[in-house]
């Protein structure tokens, strides 16, 4: 089923041959009208060129008209011919389209340490044809994802879509998570930058897959205002649904992943702290083994918990596994059996009550198997 | 070989039944003189009840004279009789070695969240038979290890050993990393302790074997003065190298590990940098796959070091595997059949040079195997 991109936004992609496969590696994404923007972007000392003039950009506080992506080359340690590389793929971008290379973001994923291709994208870009769909676009920017990642919302009349890859990983490097979210709401820029952060940290920033961050990772919401207005409350609620939405699909195809985990943690002192303890369950590696064995070995759990530095009392706090309490303050008498049949699924949630304040907060995982292994150690050489 | 303890210190270890493969899990470690003391234990928020009491008698300032360890049990998330089994424990082991309560340190490390077997540490202590030597000790409080960990050095005349058990896990739960240093030197207890801290943190805090950090860990140093006073420069080397030779040990025989992992760190802006940067480059799922794959795989040790938050510039950034220089601002061009081959050894070393400052560190790792999903997940229901 097409999903159909906001009003003003056109997409596409075509196969560049940057990709050894031969799939789509090369896309668009263009707003008709100057867009607001928000950016999210690593936090990786290593941080791609990309990354480096996307914050150059952000920072001018000019509205942005397109982006183009590559996936098949991060273009990320190539020195500083990887700048000028990176300058270029935005220039022909720009010049493909008729603007002016300051409103291209540019974004690589893919092999560290290679110089990026420029004549394959020279030689692509004019092969790309835009439609209002999003599905192209989806499809090209992915890497060893197994699946595209699309979602959508609709505030009032206006529309929100959400492209994404997920954080696998090709050879020989890592591969990154990108995000694109686009709107015809029309937003100021500063509400939609605060408003962004916001979103980002209670969901990007939750995902975590095996606790590596790329240098290549970043975020972006564009609102072209084609639609018009809408209540900002709402609004980001919707933006919001669709970051989520697109963070579980993330973890779910998480490298050699075969489940979704989701950790709820409430009761904590700060809701940071809530999406601190969140992540650090998430991103065990003995609850993510546990979890591929069905073992609901909650002591793993807590554990992880007095590791996050979140404050809580071992001997108050609750912990439910898919429903069934295993821990409160003391194990709790619980059938394992039936506990590890409750966890041969989809997904697994982890409930946890800090019972210290008000602080709510989620994070995603996947669980940790010999899949994930191999894909990174026995397939790469 | 017989690893003879300092003067004045004797050791010995008997099946009490604790654990269930009815192998020694019972030990003692005790010092005929009264002995300065310096301990570091676990930061994890949901420590076990032998953690909060060592806290406590640190805290005192009073000399101790035994350890009383059991191994199959952690006496963790066991509520209020948690606490009452843990202070028993101790005064049993008084009891049997004519002491008070006060001067005996508690350690315990196994399955979370069942009661502590007292009655079993109770008939078991009367059958310890104390001898000067340290390996029945050592065998007694290892729970997963694959060897027991033993290391010595001599300064000056007088002795140090360390007796250390690894970060392998059992089931259900997690297991701990225990180090005990014995030695015969005179040290003034304030020197002993900032000495510790410092040697703890440049060794055992370096070692990482899965990201999760026990409820249970601590590593403590007993000075009993018997042989007498000795350069105070001397002696913390000689610790530091016997903490050094366990926390390699311990690395080494990490769960489902094939390999030690070296990293060193050097040209950071301050040691404590430089150390986090080992740290997270040891730390790593992905470059520890590469690592168990033979992967050559700089851009995972080069992204790592951009997680770490450790300052660098990547354009100058140097690292060598093997002593194979790889990458220098950009990679090199290097033979990855040769690099691949001597990724192939029982040791790996990686050394990156930051170029900021003159910070050094280590961190010692091993690769994520299958081996390990394996005993964290199918081998556990």
């Known amino acids: ?31 008709g009208l100057p867009a607001a923007w928000a950016y999210a972007a690593t936090q990786n000392r290593a941080a791609a060129p990309s990354i480096h003039r996307g914050r150059a950009l952000y920072a001018s506080g000019k509205p942005l008209r397109a982006v183009v992506v590559n996936a098949g080359n991060a273009n990320c340690a190539t020195g ?46 004019p092969q790309i044809g835009l439609t209002p769909f999003a599905e192209a676009f989806a499809e090209a920017i992915l890497t060893t994802d197994t699946r595209p990642k699309v979602a959508e919302a609709e505030v ?56 590596d961050t790329s240098t290549n990772d970043l975020a972006l919401l564009m609102a072209n ?42 009761g904590a002192a700060t809701e940071e702290e809530a999406r601190r303890a969140a992540r650090t369950v998430a991103g065990s590696a003995l609850w993510k083994s546990a979890l591929y064995g069905n073992d609901p070995n909650w002591g793993r759990i807590l554990a992880a918990l007095g590791n996050s530095g979140a404050r809580f009392d071992p001997m108050r706090v609750r912990i439910l596994l898919q429903g069934i309490p295993l821990y409160e303050g003391g194990v709790l008498p ?48």
Chains 1, 2 share one sequence.
Not at 348 to 357: A, N, P, T
Not at 369 to 379: C, F, H, S
């Open 1 to 31: 089923m097409a999903v159909r991109l906001p009003r003003g936004f056109r997409a596409g992609a075509t196969r560049a041959g940057i990709k050894p496969s031969g799939r789509p590696d090369l896309a668009l994404l263009v707003s």
């Open 156 to 211: 009032a009349g206006a529309r929100i879509v959400g492209l994404a890859k997920g954080s696998g990983m090709i050879h020989p490097n890592m591969a990154t998570m990108l995000a694109f979210l686009v709107t015809d709401a029309l937003v100021p820029q500063e509400a939609l930058r605060a408003g962004w952060r916001r979103v980002v940290e209670r969901t990007f920033n939750q995902v975590t897959v095996d606790g």
């Open 80 to 125: 500083e011919r990887g700048y000028e590389d990176d300058r270029r793929m935005a220039e022909l971008a720009a010049l493909r389209l008729g603007l002016s290379p300051e409103e291209v973001l540019t974004a690589s994923t893919g092999v560290i340490g290679v110089p990026l291709p420029v004549e394959k994208i020279a030689q692509g870009l």
């Open 225 to 266: 205002g084609a639609y018009g207005e809408v209540p900002l409350g709402a609004f980001f609620e919707g933006v919001e649904a669709v970051a989520q939405a697109l963070a579980r699909m993330i973890a779910r195809d998480g490298e050699g992943a075969t489940k979704l985990m989701v950790v709820r943690v409430r």
């Open 334 to 381: 619980f059938d394992r059996e039936e506990a590890s049949r409750a966890m041969r699924a989809e997904e697994v949630e982890v409930l946890v009550d800090l019972r210290e304040g008000q602080g709510e907060g989620v994070a995603w995982g996947c669980d940790l198997t010999e899949g994930y292994v191999r894909i990174n150690a026995l397939y790469t050489t």
